[in-house]
């Protein structure tokens, strides 16, 4: 289906005997395409099934919502991170 809803509460669903729902507000939908789809997808998989927070990251870096974290600091474990790191200027388009 590739589409997202940005606004699921009940006044925007009806929902029928047998089933049926119907879909009232289509005003914060994104259909997405495959491309677009792949790093959202690599997301989940990097969390959700490998449970890989630091893959986690990069992908969140690759897709754009996140820059690259920089710094002359070593990591020294995975439960330390002594750098920092801003939201992506892609967010604010």
Known sequence: MRAFNG?????????????KVTFMDFGLVKH???TELQPLMQMA?????????????RSLENA?????????A???SSSTWPCTTTPSANRDR
């Open 64 to 72: 754009g919502f996140l820059r690259p974290v920089r710094c002359s």
């Open 32 to 34: 997405f395409t495959p």
């Open 45 to 57: 998989r990097t969390i959700c099934v490998e449970h890989d927070p630091e893959a986690f990251r």
């Open 7 to 19: 606004d699921p509460h009940p006044g925007n669903y009806l929902f029928h005997r047998g089933g």
């Open 74 to 76: 070593p990591r020294r």
